[in-house]
């Protein structure tokens, strides 16, 4: 690698940045605070991104796109992410963190999140658009029983984005392609490998919802996460995935859900009136008549309960935003537009419920 190159990795992660961006051809630039920004330097050369790629393991003669790692001096471990644009070579790369914040530093609903992780089986799904701290949130969770209890926590992921030190728990951290050949395949293998506790980097299609749930069925705690937009709230997340497990034709996959699902978190990040970003929640946990709306697919009762609810286990985006405006954290214009009824949200800064 080019020690430029090098230098501007270090510096930019070492000062805060989250991701870095190169495409030959063009100025490097970084994302910090959830803007991205043109870094210093000039372009960067099609030769300097092409050894990026070979460290990766991916031929830039013959390769389009793909995920994988790599080591830097000064930088530490980064996930990279090689693709083409306009037929040029592009990367994006991002630290591999070990360093964990708790759920207080998060900001998210702590003591619902422990009683989740001591769950001994059950489906624990994030959502959330990329770049939204879905990552952040479940090594959080991981950490937590880390700390706390005595498991074996097998992780499989795309890559992998946190590295987590044995402490009262035992890790086997797996990465597609480097470690297993794909998703499905890991997380049946690790049915094999006595886990207690199995992270599922993310339900994409109905082989692997249906492995999920039947893992959680048999006595595993497993915590995957949804991709879903930024107003995705949790029943849109419930909706999707009941529909990706009805594609598969197989009776009683509604059935399956409701009684195995144990909680859903959704979230996506505003910018701070202060500076920098912070994680805005939605969140359910399911029992009592839950489980009947879902499955029988009402999610319009999820969705008011949400809204309704002053449970300490329940709170909606709404809910959520209007206590962020009102403590002064989020800009009263940046929460209105993060909702998908503005008009709600501006009856509720007016105290109309």
């Known amino acids: 690698m080019n020690p430029a190159i090098r230098d501007l990795l270090e510096n930019a992660f070492t000062g805060g940045a989250s991701d870095v961006f190169m495409i030959e051809g063009e100025r490097p630039r970084v994302r910090k ?10 372009p960067v050369s099609k030769e300097d991104v092409a050894a990026i790629w070979r460290e ?53 609903p702590g003591e619902l999140l422990a009683s ?19 990552s952040t949130t479940i090594a959080a969770c991981l950490q937590w029983i880390n700390q706390n209890q005595m498991r074996h926590i ?5 890559p992998i984005e946190y590295l987590f030190e044995n402490e009262h728990s035992w890790f086997s951290q797996r990465e597609v ?9 890991a997380l049946r293998a690790a049915l094999r490998q006595n ?24 006595g595993h705690l497993v915590i995957s996460t949804l991709h879903g937009s930024g107003v995705a ?12 497990l009805s594609d598969s034709g197989s009776a009683g996959a509604a059935s399956l859900l ?38 029988e697919g009402r999610y319009d009762d999820i969705k008011d309960f949400l809204n309704k609810s002053d449970e300490a286990t329940a709170c909606s985006f709404l809910r959520y935003l209007i206590a962020a405006t009102q403590q002064g954290i989020i800009d009263p214009a940046v929460a209105r537009t993060a909702t998908d009824r503005p008009q709600d949200f501006d009856r509720a800064m007016r105290g109309i419920s």
């Open 33 to 42: 605070d959830g803007e991205v920004i043109i870094a210093h330097g000039g």
């Open 56 to 108: 990766c393991g991916c031929d830039p003669d013959s390769t389009n796109d793909g995920d994988s790692s790599l080591a830097v001096e000064g930088a530490g471990r980064l996930r990279a992410n090689v693709y083409r644009s306009l037929g040029r070579l592009g990367v994006v790369l991002r630290p591999i963190k070990k360093e964990i914040p708790g759920f207080d530093e998060l900001g998210v």
């Open 116 to 134: 989740w992780m001591q769950r001994r089986s059950g489906l624990v799904i994030v959502c959330g658009p990329t770049g939204s701290g879905k």
């Open 154 to 158: 097998v992780t499989i992921e795309d």
């Open 177 to 185: 392609r480097r470690d297993t050949e794909n998703f499905n395949v």
């Open 195 to 218: 886990p207690d506790v199995i992270l599922f980097g993310e339900i994409r299609d109905a082989e692997s919802a249906f492995t999920a749930l039947r893992a959680a069925e048999t």
């Open 233 to 244: 709230g949790v029943a849109t997340a419930l909706d999707r995935l009941n529909r990706i």
């Open 258 to 295: 409701s009684h195995q699902l144990i909680g859903v978190i959704a979230q996506q990040l505003l910018p701070r009136i202060n500076g920098g970003v912070v994680a805005v929640l939605e969140y359910f946990e399911n029992s009592g008549a839950a489980r009947k709306w879902i499955e």
